[in-house]
């Protein structure tokens, strides 16, 4: 069966540095892989995605995310980090097999200033 | 720009009520998604359609009921409401192609007293 784990419920981080939110996955096939945000209130925004090609994904907002097959991982990363990039992150895999996707629980992220 | 709109953003009803929540898509997609989002639980799909008046079940379907006349609008039927059923519910559309993202709109808080 087709899963997503985000290991981590909260991450905090000084505005300025690094942030990394974790994702791992398990598929069976090719993985099809997404970063959403969600702000308060509102519903999901997408950020990125792997299909295939370049482990090195970069989408909206200065994030990029970094796919690994053999740690079977897609972590979002961005170099330095805003308060306003505080907010509801979710890590999703789509199912090809059944026409779903199946997300992570979310991991908040705080950037403090 | 896509757009995914919900009927409404915050809804108050009383248990045993039946509850109608509407979704409506701008862009043409195939498939719609009904999740309830839940604290801890991430997103859990409900039902979903890649077709109109085609429905699958999702992980959550018990005590729910969708309809799908139009390709662009997909309806969520709380036949009779429970306090258990109290979430916020998104809908979501994408194209049938493996690679697509989904587009999701901005919710609705469903309190059920």
């Known amino acids: 069966a087709q899963s997503v784990a985000q290991p981590e419920d909260q991450v905090n981080v000084a505005e300025g540095n690094p942030l990394t939110v974790k994702c791992t996955y398990s598929?069976?096939?090719?993985?099809?892989l997404f970063w959403y945000v969600q702000y308060p209130n509102r519903g999901l925004q997408f950020l990125l995605k792997?299909?295939?090609?370049?482990?090195l994904v970069k989408g909206s907002y200065g994030f990029e995310a970094e796919f690994n097959k053999s740690q079977t991982s897609f972590h979002l990363k961005k170099p330095s980090a805003l308060v306003s990039d505080s907010a509801l992150y979710f890590c999703a895999v789509r199912d090809i097999n059944f026409n779903k996707f199946y997300f992570g629980s979310g991991t908040k992220l705080n950037v403090k200033p | 720009d896509v757009k995914v709109t919900q009927s409404s953003r915050y809804l108050v009803k009383r248990t045993g009520e039946k509850v109608f929540l509407e979704c409506v898509q701008d862009m043409d997609h195939e498939n719609m998604f009904w999740y309830r989002q839940d604290p801890g639980l991430g997103l859990r799909l409900i039902y979903f359609?890649?077709?109109?008046?085609?429905?699958e079940k999702g992980d959550i379907p018990e005590g729910y009921s969708v309809s799908r006349e139009k390709k662009e609008r997909f309806s969520l039927i709380l036949e009779s409401a429970s306090t258990n059923q109290t979430s916020m519910y998104l809908c979501a559309s994408s194209l049938l192609s493996f690679s697509h993202e989904q587009y999701f709109g901005p919710g609705t808080r469903l309190t059920v007293t």
């Open positions: 598929v069976s096939g090719n993985p099809y």
């Open positions: 359609s890649y077709d109109v008046k085609m429905k």
């Open positions: 792997y299909i295939t090609g370049d482990n």
